[in-house]
């Protein structure tokens, strides 16, 4: 069983709130990612991170901003949510390359702006 | 940039028949394919996945894909499918060059009892 958290599960929140989206992991990972699912479709790549203090933009562009200042926590900030931020968000995490393993997923959160 | 496609969006198979969903990457370089599930309130999980050598590899619940370098392609397949496999599947890929780990669109999978 993959030990990787999200908080919270779900979140209804209004616009022009600001929001941090929580992800955790046990496993000791270097390499963090978050991606943005709306029902039906791709999971888009929006942040990911090789280790501690390394962030980078994903292949969708997003509003949101990531740190990445301990090794198992990865969290994901909106300054201002808008209604065009209500989707899934999956946070993942693997080991270097060199190990070259899979990702594991935590259980998403899905956020609503309304 | 690499892309996944997979040209199944929606599925329907009757129990105990045959499964076989086409994914295509683009990409040029060595990469690590996965086929990702996820079942209906639960998060995503890895069925199986491919880095090197044998190029047909057998994952969970009887699933298997074959990686065939000159199609860029990882195809799942299943001999008999259960009601239980009703998921939605996901073909993803990485590189050894920047570790992204792109998906598809997904294949929603829906098995008749």
């Keep these: 069983e993959a030990d990787i958290y999200q908080t919270p599960r779900y979140l209804v929140i209004g616009t022009g709130k600001k929001i941090t989206l929580e992800c955790s992991q046990t496993m000791g990972h270097d390499k963090m990612y978050w991606y943005q699912q709306d029902p039906g479709m791709e999971l888009h790549l929006i942040h990911y991170s090789y280790g501690v203090n390394s962030t980078e933009k994903g292949d969708l562009s997003s509003e949101s901003t990531v740190s990445r200042i301990r090794t198992e926590h990865f969290p994901l900030t909106l300054e201002s949510a808008r209604p065009s931020h209500t989707s899934q968000y999956l946070c993942a995490s693997s080991e270097s390359s060199a190990a070259r393993t899979e990702a594991f997923f935590g259980q998403g959160t899905r956020l609503t702006v309304v | ?113």
């Design chain 2, 1 to 113: 940039a690499q892309s996944v496609s997979q040209h199944n969006h929606h599925v329907i198979l009757s129990e105990a028949a045959s499964l076989e969903l086409g994914c295509n990457y683009s990409y040029g370089g060595t990469v690590n394919l996965f086929w990702y599930v996820q079942y209906p309130g639960q998060h995503l999980q890895l069925l199986l996945k491919y880095f090197s050598g044998d190029p047909l590899v057998k994952g969970i619940k009887g699933f298997e894909a074959e990686f065939i370098k000159s199609k860029f392609s990882f195809n799942l397949r299943k001999p008999s499918v259960q009601w239980s496999d009703t998921a939605e599947y996901f073909c993803a890929v990485n590189n050894n060059r920047d570790d992204k780990i792109i998906f598809g669109k997904g294949t929603r999978l829906h098995i008749l009892p």
